[in-house]
């Protein structure tokens, strides 16, 4: 039983018989042994067409059965299943607490770097105020030193010229530049301050300022060696020089001369005390060990107003004034002994004697 069909799939004619000849049995058989075959009975497809959708038919067969099979897994295998689900979500939440609790350990861990790194930051910061302030502080002084090398320089100019100073006046006596003495002539002097014929009026004012020399000498001689007499007081005053006597109501008696007839006589007073007040200056030094006991002999004796035994008085004669001349050399001469031997600690000055 045969007919002729277009397929609807690719538009090809075909002729079809249902009733395979291998087919035995019965019609109604037959029919049921096409329908097994999965052969529609009456279709418009051919036969290669056919192929091609049973073959898609049984890929989609073979796809559902593998989805069944899935849900056929037998319940040991369910349990297992979520016996697993239960035991890695468990891990899981384990590891999730413990990268939980390593987040918060790497979280203070941040804090406290960020917190050193904010302290080292401010050390930083302080350092670079200290580096500052430092290097002011090297250059000021480095300043200062330029400066000090500076004076130390100059101070050791200054000591060099010192010590050549120093040296100059160790040989240096100021006394015998302050005071000249002369006694090599006939008459004695002080300062170009003759002590000669007092009988002369123009001779007075020489004689006057030669006193005031001598006064003013001794005075110096008796601070440097804190002497002070019991009974005289000697007052500098130039040509107008005097001594006072302690001892006679503090009597102030002038050292200078005005007239031979009318001031002879308190002149030749005062030169008198002024004596007396000089031997107890040669002994105060005596006892307090200032003059060498070989200068004692060198020394012009002193007894009362005498020097040597020529009284410091002027006679009225003029052919005494010689005696008084000698006297006043011997005076000058105890005053350069002193300047020398007293006031020069190399003793230098004993060599120009």
């Not at 538009?11 to 291998?22: A, P, S």
């Not at 067969?61 to 239960?86: G, R, V, Y």
């Not at 015998?176 to 003495?181: A, H, T, V």
Request: net charge negative.
């Amino acid at each position: 039983m045969s007919k002729i069909y277009r397929c609807i799939d690719c538009g090809k004619e075909f002729e079809f018989d249902y009733i395979d000849n291998n087919t035995s049995g019965t019609e109604e058989e037959k029919t049921k042994n096409i329908e097994s075959k999965n052969i529609p009975r009456e279709i418009n497809i051919c036969f290669d067409c056919l192929k091609v959708v049973k073959t898609n038919e049984e890929e989609s067969n073979d796809s559902q059965n593998k989805k069944n099979n899935i849900f056929q897994i037998d319940e040991n295998t369910m349990i297992k299943l979520k016996d697993d689900l239960i035991k890695n979500a468990n891990q899981a939440k384990k590891e999730k607490k413990k990268l939980k609790e390593e987040l918060n350990e790497l979280k203070q861990t941040y804090e406290k770097n960020e917190k050193e790194l904010k302290n080292l930051l401010q050390e930083l910061e302080n350092v670079e105020k200290e580096e500052t302030a430092f290097c002011n502080e090297f250059r000021e002084t480095e300043s200062k030193i330029y400066f000090l090398e500076k004076e130390i320089v100059i101070s050791n100019d200054l000591k060099i010229d010192y010590e050549t100073k120093t040296k100059y006046l160790n040989n240096y006596n100021i006394f015998n530049e302050l005071f000249q003495i002369s006694f090599e002539e006939k008459y004695g002097s002080i300062n170009e301050c003759k002590f000669c014929d007092p009988s002369i009026n123009g001779n007075y004012d020489n004689i006057n300022a030669g006193w005031g020399y001598i006064i003013l000498l001794t005075k110096l001689l008796s601070i440097k060696y804190m002497f002070e007499s019991k009974n005289y007081i000697l007052v500098p005053e130039g040509n107008f020089s005097s001594i006072i006597d302690k001892a006679n109501n503090n009597e102030k008696h002038e050292i200078g001369l005005s007239d031979m007839n009318r001031t002879r006589d308190k002149f030749n007073k005062a030169m008198s005390l002024y004596v007396y007040y000089l031997k107890e200056f040669i002994d105060f030094l005596f006892d307090k060990g200032k003059i060498d006991s070989h200068l004692k002999t060198k020394i012009p004796n002193i007894n009362g107003n005498k020097i040597n035994d020529y009284s410091i008085e002027i006679e009225n004669s003029k052919e005494k004034f010689e005696g008084w001349y000698l006297c006043m050399k011997f005076l000058l001469n105890i005053l350069k002994i002193l300047i020398c031997q007293l006031l020069n600690e190399e003793n230098h000055s004993l060599k120009d004697y």
